[in-house]
Structure formats: structure tokens, C-alpha cells
């Protein structure tokens, strides 16, 4: 038998919801737990719920993760209840996406070993047999990827057997749905023991590729939603809360009965801080900028084929400039420092060391055919910052392109049909401009 431990009446009422919980979602770092309040002992209600009077929903949900770190849960408990506090205090609290209510929360010593062995079957293994257990409000809804992933199954002829399984109500895992989609949609992965810098490539190709099916499947998102996310954004950084981890995965969107977006939560505030942390995974509006185009049909309908391929220029670029390594971070800032002081140059030869400077350090960073694309959003950016340039000097001035001379430049520095063909689309582009 272990040893007794003085919090034991806490520790085993939080083993016995932990034993009758129903894992509704997982994620690298933990589970969820569906728990039905009401079916639990007289008087458990009080501890769990402490002095508030119900939960909102009559159920609970209680985040199971994985203990490395003393203190972890604790600090996501209380960014997540600075987070709530901050929304209920508004107002018009129906502008803004919610945060769950957290309750109690701790880090306890699991003694069953039955509800070790089901955590084990559930993906937790507790770290020194210990866990953190946090009790929130729970939601009745999806992620927003479950709800992306769900979209094209609908659609997409290739995943029509998930689609009747989903018809016959067949509780599918995230991981399974996900997989699936990826692998109708192509998305790659990198070799085993590819570098920082492939994963960066991939990923953002598969993340174009995602959002190409979304246009293709005519994917829609209320204005509202994508409105209430921005105002809490806004509204949680000028409380100096950021949440640092805002994808996807942690948008949680509630739905009726018909299965139509009610309202939107955030959840998921273990990495949130006081401050801006780009180095862990991007901006908080890195999410909102994905999906803008997905809230007016009429505009969806209008983007052209250019414009796609002028965004997936833009994302790639901004992946390097936004990336979550500060190593890759300071090489872009570093590149862009040089392009700056070259355009500045006077001399002859300012054509071919801008060139160089663009070929270099874009194939450094891709090391792949990817290179052109990273160039020609830089080539874009010299051009739009000319023109300024020019128009700013004498007005309606003609002047020679330094962007179709830089294209002129870099068709040549490595042949392949996929360089060749993307630097003449390029140049017909700068033509239209």
C-alpha cells in the first residue's frame, strides 16, 4: 500500500471523477473529461465547485495533463480565470468569445493503480504516478479543426465511408479524422531526420493545402464568430493576457442542435502570459488572418487563381519572418537589414548584388526549388516599395522596373521547369502592375 497522504479525501474524490469521467477530446498535452455532476455523491458538488453556486452547463470538464513542471496546472488555472474574470466584467459580454470557468484545480498523486493503467490506455502517463487535474465548465461543441476536418468530409468523395460513420453517430477520434483528411488532401511530412527548417516548408505547404480544399468545399464562417475572437484578442492583450498557443485546436466552438456555431470559447491558457511570445507558436491573430476570406461567400467567389498564389507567396514569407524559432527569426530580420541598405546603394551594380543577396539567403533558408517563391515575395515587396518611391519623388514619373531587372537576374540562377515557369508568371504579374 503507498503511503497516506494528508490530502488523501481530495486526492480520492478527484481519482473517483477521474474513474467516471468520458474522454470527450485529446491532445498532446492531456485529455478532457466529460463529467455529469449530478450523478456524483452529496456534497462532492461543494468541493469540486467551491463556493460558486452550479456550473453553468450542469456538467463539468476536468483537463487531465501530464505533470513536468511543478506549478503548471496552477499557473494555466489562473491565466484562464484572469482570462474569464476579464470577459465577465464587459458589459456586452455576448461581443466577445467566452472562457470556461475554471474551478479547482491540483496536482495529485493517483494511488489506483486501475485509473493509472486507464490514463496509460488514454494517452496520460503520469510523470512519478502524479497528474494535473483542473474542473472547468464544460462545452458542448468542437475545435475548430474537428469542425474544418468534418466540413470536407462532407464533400470530398474520398472520405465518404467517415461520412457515414459520422451519419451513424459513430464517435470518431480527432486523430483518426485528422489523418484521414490528410491524406485525401496530400499533405506531406518531412523525412525522420529532416532539419527545422524542411518541417517550416511543410508545413506551410500543407497549410495552403488545407485552405485550398476549404474554398474548394465552399467552407463558411460567421462573421460574428471570427468578430467576437477578434474583441477578446483585443481585449485579453490589453489586459496584458496573451494566450501564445492560438490555433486551431484551441478555438472551441459551441453548437445547437442542428449543429449550427452558437458561440465560440478559448481554452487551452498553459502558455499564456503577460506578454507576447512568438518564439512558441506565432501571434494570437495569426488565426483570425487565416479565415477572413471564409466569411463572405460573394468574396470568396471573386478571389482569383492569382490572388491564391500571391497569398501563398505572402504566408511563406511571413512563416520565416513570424517563425517560432528566434534563430530563424533574427536570420530574416538580418536578411531584410541588407536588402534595405542594397536599395540604398548607388551603383552600378546594385542589380546583381540584390540578386545575390535574394538568392543566397533565400536558398539558404528553403534549400529547395521553395526558394523562388520566398524570392518573389521579396522581389514583390522591392516593387510595391519602388513604386512608392518614385511617385513620392515626381509624380507619375516612368522609371525603369528594378523588380523585372531583379527577375531578369535570378531566371538564370538555377534552371528547372517549376524556377523557370514561376519567375514568368512573376514577370507577367509585374507586367499587370
Not at 452547463?57 to 476536468?62: D, E, K, R, T
Not at 525522420?192 to 488545407?210: M, P, S, W, Y
Not at 509624380?395 to 531578369?408: G, M
Request: proline share 3%.
Amino acid at each position: 500500500m503507498p503511503e497516506r497522504s494528508p490530502d488523501e479525501p481530495i486526492e480520492h474524490l478527484l481519482e473517483t471523477c477521474l474513474l467516471e469521467g468520458v474522454k470527450t477530446d485529446e491532445g498532446n498535452k492531456g485529455i478532457i473529461l466529460e463529467l455529469a455532476i449530478d450523478k456524483l455523491p452529496a456534497g462532492w458538488q461543494e468541493q469540486l465547485l467551491g463556493e460558486e453556486e452550479n456550473a453553468q452547463s450542469g456538467q463539468l470538464a476536468a483537463k487531465v495533463i501530464k505533470i513536468f513542471l511543478p506549478g503548471k496546472i496552477e499557473h494555466e488555472a489562473h491565466m484562464q480565470r484572469r482570462a474569464h474574470d476579464i470577459i465577465a466584467d464587459q458589459a456586452d459580454q455576448s461581443a466577445y468569445a467566452k472562457v470556461p470557468h475554471a474551478y479547482c484545480h491540483k496536482e495529485i498523486t493517483v494511488h489506483d493503480p486501475s485509473l493509472l493503467s486507464k490514463l496509460k490506455t488514454w494517452g496520460v502517463t503520469a510523470v512519478g504516478d502524479r497528474v494535473g487535474f483542473m474542473v472547468m465548465d464544460f462545452v458542448q461543441g468542437e475545435d475548430l479543426a474537428t469542425h474544418l476536418y468534418k466540413h470536407i468530409i462532407q464533400h470530398d468523395h474520398r472520405l465518404r465511408d467517415l461520412k457515414q460513420r459520422m451519419g451513424r453517430g459513430e464517435r470518431l477520434t480527432f486523430n483518426d479524422i485528422r489523418d484521414r483528411v490528410q491524406v485525401a488532401m496530400g499533405f506531406e511530412r518531412p523525412p525522420a531526420q529532416a532539419g527545422q527548417v524542411a518541417e517550416f516548408i511543410f508545413e506551410a505547404a500543407n497549410l495552403d493545402r488545407l485552405m485550398v480544399a476549404l474554398k474548394k468545399y465552399d467552407f463558411h464562417l460567421e462573421q460574428h464568430i471570427l468578430d467576437k475572437l477578434q474583441n477578446t484578442i483585443r481585449l485579453l492583450h490589453d489586459n496584458n493576457i496573451y494566450h501564445n498557443d492560438l490555433h486551431e485546436r484551441n478555438i472551441i466552438l459551441k453548437l445547437d442542435e442542428s449543429g449550427q456555431i452558437v458561440d465560440v470559447y478559448l481554452v487551452d491558457f498553459d502558455r499564456a502570459l503577460d506578454m507576447e511570445d512568438i518564439s512558441v507558436a506565432g501571434r494570437d491573430s495569426d488565426v483570425l488572418t487565416r479565415y477572413r476570406s471564409f466569411t463572405n461567400a460573394r468574396d470568396r467567389e471573386q478571389e482569383s487563381a492569382e490572388e491564391k498564389w500571391l497569398l501563398s507567396m505572402q504566408r511563406l514569407k511571413e512563416r520565416f519572418a513570424n517563425s517560432k524559432s528566434e534563430k530563424m527569426r533574427s536570420m530574416w530580420r538580418e536578411f531584410e537589414g541588407e536588402i534595405r541598405k542594397l536599395l540604398e546603394l548607388d551603383s552600378p551594380n546594385r542589380i546583381k548584388l540584390l540578386a545575390d543577396e535574394i538568392f543566397v539567403r533565400t536558398y539558404h533558408l528553403t534549400q529547395s526549388d521553395e526558394w523562388c517563391r520566398l524570392a518573389g515575395a521579396v522581389v514583390l515587396d522591392i516593387d510595391k516599395l519602388e513604386k512608392e518611391r518614385a511617385v513620392s519623388r515626381v509624380e507619375n514619373r516612368r522609371i525603369p522596373s528594378l523588380a523585372k531587372s531583379l527577375v531578369q537576374n535570378l531566371i538564370n540562377r538555377e534552371s528547372s521547369p517549376y524556377t523557370y515557369n514561376f519567375w514568368e508568371k512573376l514577370w507577367q504579374q509585374l507586367d499587370g502592375n
